[in-house]
């Protein structure tokens, strides 16, 4: 499925052993070269307008309960949040997520409610600078679980690369971050349990902060310019 998609792009609840999702792509410029009738004819080129709106309100993918998800090869560019996670009255989500990618979001993936058994992303792309927060991955104080991410790339990020505020266990191993922003750590932890190991922070900063209500840290193997750069708490 390739479109333009204004506020909601493919939404599952309800579904059990398995959702499988493959070869989704959600962009602006679909509509402006679909020749369809709609478009304004006065010549000029409307994608940028229509992806603004998209920042403001396209909420991408949206997960509820969904057991066993598989989703592969799924891309948005302009998007409020990218891919979200939410707790509905049928239950959360619980899968694998391969070759996904948010470009141009003001929230990549939005952890807000997920099963115990949690999320393994990999190969992920990811940029966040589309508005407040302009970060790429967030966990709501509310979320429980597991997420792991493995051999993702993070750049044009201008807020945090992440912001743990939920009592999760999440990885980040292997993974490339191109910008290293906030003062107080590019990913933040504020609560739960963090692994960062055998990452590359192309830049300067604080990388990584460690607020002290986390609960504990494995943080090894990673390389910065002028040695990692972590905020303990």
Request: proline share 4%.
């Amino acid at each position: 499925v390739f479109g333009c998609v204004l506020r909601k792009g493919v939404q599952i609840d309800g579904c059990s052993d398995i959702g499988r999702i493959e070869n989704v792509h959600i962009n602006p410029h679909y509509w402006q070269r679909s020749g369809h009738p709609s478009i304004p004819q006065d010549g000029k080129d409307r994608t940028m307008d229509t992806a603004r709106y998209m920042m403001d309100n396209l909420e991408a993918f949206i997960f509820g309960r969904t057991d066993w998800q598989y989703c592969t090869n799924t891309f948005v560019f302009a998007a409020k949040v990218g891919y979200r996670f939410v707790k509905t009255g049928s239950g959360a989500c619980n899968g694998q997520f391969s070759g996904i990618g948010a470009d141009a979001a003001r929230t990549c993936v939005l952890v807000d409610g997920i099963q115990p058994i949690g999320l393994q992303v990999t190969n992920g792309e990811f940029t966040s600078f589309a508005g407040d927060p302009n970060t790429a991955i967030v966990t709501a104080p509310e979320a429980s679980g597991a997420a792991q991410f493995v051999n993702c790339n993070f750049w044009g990020i201008r807020g945090r690369l992440a912001h743990l505020q939920g009592n999760m266990a999440v990885v980040f191993s292997n993974c490339h971050f191109v910008d290293v922003p906030g003062e107080t750590g590019a990913i933040l932890a504020e609560n739960g349990r963090l692994s960062v190991q055998g990452c590359f922070f192309q830049k300067p900063g604080v990388a990584i902060g460690i607020e002290p209500t986390v609960q504990a840290a494995i943080i090894t193997g990673n390389l910065q310019p002028g040695g990692l750069n972590v905020r303990n708490g």
